[in-house]
């Protein structure tokens, strides 16, 4: 499946961003698409209609009021259109999309479509973490948008934080994927565990680990695009329109795996897992006066991994990872026979420009029988997607 001959509609909305659009329509176009682009006055200010029109050998549609075919422009578009990318998407047309205003033609398109329609959101970081901001999207995806999450870096206006544009690459796949209506885990649960366990050893601290839990949201945000029933259990806050649980130490996460592995398909243990814990819990905060030392007694926590291997029933695929800071594979190969998984994801962690915290990860992907395969330097969200593929879609490694 391509895009070739499917009808892209872009959204332009007025950010610094829309001049990175000129890239995208030249992708679509390259891989056979036909493409027409709908912009916002305030798009005009950073992209000319001459660029888009020569990029998408098609009229720019910038009026509400004029009529092709003798329907309503907004009507004629939306017929044609296959998928409706916005992108970038300011909060300003987020906003009024999220409350049903239709004050330009771009607005009213995406009032009137019924197909699906992507957002790349780009602003502000203050404008991204605004409550409004927030619950428009969150409203949006709760409609069956799709959002391509914008990432972190050094802004236009000359911050730092998360509002620039996701990768051109990134809005590509996601407008491809929906087309190519790639539904590959559709009809199976999966069960993914993301981010570090907290211990806490009295109310206000804990031992933690630095786990951003940012491998195990890109596979649950890939699994969710290809159709599967997520349930994402996580340590951190974060809002997506699939099932979350929230979970703080490992006993907690072993509950919360335990009652939702039992009805599912797959369980990826993405999570970084305390392997001890501290033996008691003050009740009260521990006052500094009281002693000049503070020794911990730790505990073993349970293996979540290897007790779900033991209860896994016929049919249940059990995925863990394998964070290594030497003997990578050797390692791995160990854990996969010890812990008795389908699967194991190996990533060294000692490297600084992939694994913890990074938007970049290498992964090695080792089955029962000791295969390898490599999956290449490239953003988390590729990794996830190109790890569920392979385990899922192409015969196994
Ligand atoms: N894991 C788990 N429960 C634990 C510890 C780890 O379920 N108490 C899971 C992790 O989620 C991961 C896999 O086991 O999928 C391997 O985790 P890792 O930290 O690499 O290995 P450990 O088993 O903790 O062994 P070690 O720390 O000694 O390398």
Redesign the pocket.
Known sequence: MTVKDKNILIGITGGIAAYKICELIRMFKKNGANVKTVVTKNALEFVTPLTLQTLSQEAVYTEQFVTEDRKPEHIALCDWADIFVIAPASANTIGKIANGICDNLLTSLACAYQKQIIFAPAMNTGMWNNKAVRQNISFLKSTGAVFVEPESGYLACGTEGKGRLADINSIYEAAYNCISNNEFLKGKKIVI?AGGTKENFDPVRYIGNYSSGKMGTALADRAFEAGADVCLIKTFPLERSYSTIDVQS?AQMLDAVKQEFADADILI???????YRPEKTADLKLKKDTTEELVLKLVK??????EMCKIKKEGQTVI?????SNNLLE?AKQ?IQK?NCDYIIANDISRKDTGFSSDYNEVFILDRDLNIKKLEKDTKNNIAKKILESIWQKPAI
């Not at 863990?320 to 290594?324: K, L, P, R, T, V």
């Open positions: 565990t490992a243990m993405t999570a970084a897992v305390a392997d926590n349970p293996d979540i991994l290897s863990g990872f394998c964070a290594e390692y854990k812990k």
